[in-house]
């Protein structure tokens, strides 16, 4: 109980603390105090009872000190079994348990755009999900712009994470990546990976769902 009391009162602290960086437009700041914010939510260390305010926020911050990319695709043929796909890697490392496969309801045409907007309000209804540093989507400037407002919409201004577009040629091969500079040059490799296992995890579920209805 009073690890509870001590742990409510951080998240107090933190959630004033994260408002008064994203009022003054600090989001870099804001989104490391979200994450820390979603760990100590998750967190059950009654060892963590006797220290300080700043030894749990260290402690805690540590073990959520995971760099998380996740990247996202749509699969369909002319509109007919549209899907979504997302694939995840955290520190450099694909983790497939966190893959997530999205069957497309509320998008009837071919709409890309429309169609990631909603696989994109469907992850983020997940709140026991960590969330992402950085996001890679299959597009370009309207489907960033789409990426854009539903994170606005569901996270705030201050959300701190890196919004990653792979445009794509006639041949659907990487023409160029659109999005934060520094992180691009930094990511590339992990960038492009991610893009491709986003396309091939997205085919393989659409191939599963055509192979069921036929």
């Known amino acids: 109980m009073f690890f509870e009391g001590k742990k409510k009162n951080l998240i107090k ?22 994450k820390t914010l979603f760990a100590l939510n998750h967190i059950q260390d009654v ?3 006797k220290k300080s ?13 995971v760099f998380r990319m996740e990247a996202f695709d749509v699969a369909h043929i002319s509109g007919t079994n549209t899907v979504g796909a997302m694939v995840v890697s955290e520190n450099g ?5 966190d893959y997530r496969k999205f069957k497309i309801r ?17 992850r ?3 709140k026991e999900w960590r969330l992402p540093d950085v996001i890679v989507y299959d597009g ?23 919004i990653i577009g792979v445009v794509k040629d006639e041949r659907h091969k990487p023409k160029k990546i659109i999005g934060e500079a520094e992180i ?8 492009l990976l991610l893009n491709s296992e986003a396309h091939r995890f997205a085919i393989s579920f659409h191939r599963q769902l055509r192979n069921l209805n036929r």
């Open 140 to 162: 370009g400037i309207a489907h960033r712009n789409a990426v854009l407002e539903i994170f606005k919409k569901d996270l705030g201004e201050n959300h701190g994470m890196k």
């Open 13 to 34: 602290k933190l959630e004033r603390q994260m408002k008064e960086f994203a009022k003054n437009r600090e989001f870099e700041k804001a989104g490391k105090v979200k």
């Open 47 to 49: 060892a963590l009872i």
């Open 124 to 126: 983020l209804k997940h």
């Open 184 to 191: 691009i040059k930094k990511h590339k490799k992990q960038i």
């Open 53 to 65: 305010e700043e030894e749990i926020v260290e402690n805690v911050f540590s073990r959520g000190a």
């Open 93 to 97: 490392e694909l983790k497939k348990s």
């Open 106 to 122: 509320g998008v009837k045409i071919p709409n890309d755009t429309a169609t990631l907007k909603e696989i994109l309000e469907r």
